[in-house]
Structure formats: structure tokens, C-alpha cells
């Protein structure tokens, strides 16, 4: 018997899979190994994120995938009560989190809070990322929350 | 030039006041001439298919304007209307259609841009009679407050909705709390803008909530959709069409209302709003930073000139983010400019959304902002601000493109 893995949403909800022209597939492969994959401009070493198929600043076409720490602050939040998703009826609140990586030029990535969904939550708190892989999922994926550090 | 502000009016000093090019823009060589809707309804309840609702509102537009509807000989819309322009003209009968027109993106971004593109296409001379319109019958189609029933997300909404964050309710929520926590903005800011929309619904019989009239107890009490808007912050989701027909200047005096001069329109976002995963570098905005100088210059008034404002809502936190990017007050001033007496006709200092507007007359995408302050500069509108001249429209905030306008009377020209 397989025990259901615990997950901070409930299973149903749409399954992040790559854009079909292959431009964000690294960051969804890092995922899968536990990194946190940002584009980085070979060029002029800007950081970019969401993923493009050009430098913003330079306009160079090579662009890197940089695994960073996977570390940043709070820069917006919200906790959603109304079930706007068959799947999250009668789940009740949750916390998405808007975090800011510092060290990799600044850039946002959305996630969920973990902890309690009433908890309190600070804009500039520090967070670390927590990978919550869903092996069994077709095809598998990987989500990147966040928790709070002291 | 500073641009550490996103609130400075960066073009406060257009090119063509320098004298560096001729004056640009359109200001007052297009009128809206005629307005027109059908009867509104709760979303789903709608007793006709969407196209049919169309064809309805811009007959009713042609009718209130004096203009047999076979004048028309271009059509302008937004937000991917499904009404496809070359059908309407082949229903109706049309002896030649001269432009047609999709203003990109969604959302109610376009609804003044769907405007300026009408009257641009009159005054290049591309066509002479352009209707401006929108129906959305949403029990026949997908609703925009629900998740789209697919298994799989990709792109944009790879990033966002495994999170559960799915719905522009959760997609904007993100906005408002930050502009919130950086300016200290209250809950009773937001509270005050649902109160007057509601309010204004009282008195207007074409109102989904008329009739149904809000409290601020009511709405402290009602239930979170997603903090920081809770169920009075959101708009509703409505059935309906809404159309507005634009002629030159010289066309429009000679029919049957007093026309609603076109003093200018701007369109657009800010640098790299667009960018994927909530990374806009302007995040805390409603998108209108850049658009709103641009406006003022052309219309060549400033915010003190305007009477009254119809502002988008989708969420009561996007009002408040475009009434200060339009220059209405300042961050620091909104706790105490957002009061319900404040925002109510005929007195408050700024009455704003004097038909409902989205959140309590009707969610038409937007559009009976504008077919608002034509009634307004007509004396014509269910809660009307005689002294208002000048009126203007803001369209869609946190989107890309936005989109606004100010129209005047004759006397403002």
C-alpha cells in the first residue's frame, strides 16, 4: 500500500509542465534535482527572470541556466480563502508567498508559504526554498515552496 | 530627468509645448455621439446568445446618436471580443466596412485604448462612423473567476497556478498588499470605494445592484476572497452589451446630444511590466505610471480640471493604485482622500464611479465607464455632477496594456 505523499495543496491542481518551444524546460529539470535554476546573461552577466529567449539589458541570445542559493525575503504575500479550483474546495486558506532572491540580481518567485495557513506573515522575512517533488505525477514534477528562517 | 518616482509626471512638459513638433494627439476632433446597452444582467442569465446582445447595443447607440446604423463603417473592441467585426457588418447590412480593430491584451486594459483607436482611425481618415463595443454573455462561455479546466499549466501559468494562485482575484491581491504595506494604506481606503459604487448603484435603475444597497458593516463582515480584497473589493461578473459610436467633431454637432469630446487618450505599460512570474520592476503599480503623463499632456488638463472619474475595478485596491498614479492625491494621502464623502455626486471632492461601475451597476467589461461620463457631460446620468466639463476614464489597472481618457464639452475645447 502507497501512503499518499503530503503535499501543502491538495493533488487536482494544474501540473506545471515545460512551453512546448523548450524556453523554461532547465528550470522545471532543476526542479526535479532540488536546484533553483535562474537564465543569467553570458554577456553583460545580467540576472532574468521569468525566463526569455533574449537579455533584456544587452539583447545576447546565450543565456545560462545559474542554479542559486535558494534563499530570499518576502516581498509580497496573499492567503487565498475562496476555492477558485475544484480541487482546493473545502481545503481552506493557504499562503502564496512572493520572494525576492537578493543574490541573483533581485528577480520573484511565486510559491506557497509552508506552515500554518492563519500564520502571521512579514513582508522582509527571510525564507529558504523547500522542493516538494510529485514523483507520481505523469510526468513528474517538482513545486519550490518556501519556509521561514530564524 | 528623475525617474525614481513612478509618481512624477515624467512628460509634465510635452515636445510639442517646447515647441520641438506640432501638436500630437486628437484632442477634440472626435465625439462620442451616441451611446447604447442592452438591459444587464447577472452573469449566465443573459435570455440571448452574446452576438445578438451585440447587435442590440449598437443599434441602441446608433438610435440614441440620430444615425441610421448603416453610417457605420468601422467597429473597434478589446480584451478578444468574440464578436468578430466582418459578421456584424455583413448582419447589419453594412454598405462597407472600413476599419476593424482588436486592441491586444485583456482583462479591461483596452477599454480606452479601444476608444483612442477609433477616434485615430476618424481622424486619419481610414473611416467616418467607428462603433465601440462589447458583449459578454459568460453562460455561454468560460467565466473569468474560475480556473480554466485544463490538467496542465505552462508558461505564466506554470509559475503561478500548482500555487494556487489561478484567478485575477489572487493574481492582483499580490499588488495591493505590497502598495499597501509600502504607503500604509488601511482597509477602510478599499472600503470607501465599494461604498460609493454601491451608493451611485441606489439611485440607477439599469444597476444589478439596484436595490441591493451596502453598508460598511455589511462589507467588514463579508468574507475574504483572497486577503487583502475581501467579497465587496471584487467586481461582479456580468451578461450584457455596451457600444458607443465615434464621428469627427464636425459630424457629431450636427446630432442629436451634445457631443463628448475626445480631449486625449494614452495607452500602455510601463518598462518591462510584461515580465513573467510577477518580476515587473514597477510591481507595486497599476500600470498607469507611464500612461497617465501622456494623457494629461494631450488632453492638456490637469488632475484639478477633471469633475469626475469612472475608474476600472476589478479589485477596489486597483482604483486606488490608478487614482494616484493619475494624480489625484498622493500615496501618503489616501487613508485620508478615501472616504465614502469624498467619492460620491454631486458634492464629494472626486466622485468616482457614479453608475456602480463594476463592482454594482455592471461588469461589461468596462465599457459603461465610458458610456458614464458621456451621460455625464450630457446632465444625463443617474447620480449627475452638474459642474462637470471634463471626465475621464481609466481603464483595467495592473494589466498591460492600460489604458485612459478625458472627455470634454464643448466649452472645454
Redesign the interface.
Known sequence: MTVAPAYYLPSGLPRPVPEPDGLDAPYWEGTRRGELRVQRCRGCRTWQWGPEWICHRCHGFELEWTAVEPRGTIYSWERAWHPVHPALRGHGPYVVVLIALPHAGGVRMIGNLLGDPLQAVEIGASVEAVFEPHDDATPPFTLVHWRKTA | MDYSSPYRMRNAIPAWERGETGRPGIRGRVAVAGIGETAYYRHGQAPEPELKLALRAILAACEDAGLDPRAVDGFASYSNDRNDPSRLAAALGLPELRFANMQWGGGGGGGSAAVGNAAAAIAAGYADCVVVFRALAQGQFQRF???PP??????????????????P??RF???V??FM?EHGIRPSAQRAIALASYHHAQNNPRAVMHGRPLTAEAYDES??????FRLFDCCMENDGAAALVLVSAERARDLRHRPAYLLGVAQGSEY?NA?????APT??SASFTTVAPRLYAMAGVTPKDVGVVQSYENFTGGVLMSLIEHGFFAPEEANEFLTPDNLVAPHGRLPLNTSGGNLAECYMHGLELQIEAVRQLRGLSTNPVPAARVAMVISGPMVTPVSSMILGTEDTL
Open positions: 473567476g474560475a480556473a485544463a490538467a496542465t499549466a505552462a508558461g505564466e501559468a506554470a509559475l503561478t497556478f500548482p500555487y494556487g494562485l489561478i484567478s482575484a489572487q491581491a499580490m499588488r498588499m505590497r504595506h468574507r475574504w476572497i483572497v486577503e487583502p518591462r515580465a513573467r512570474g510577477h518580476n510591481y507595486a
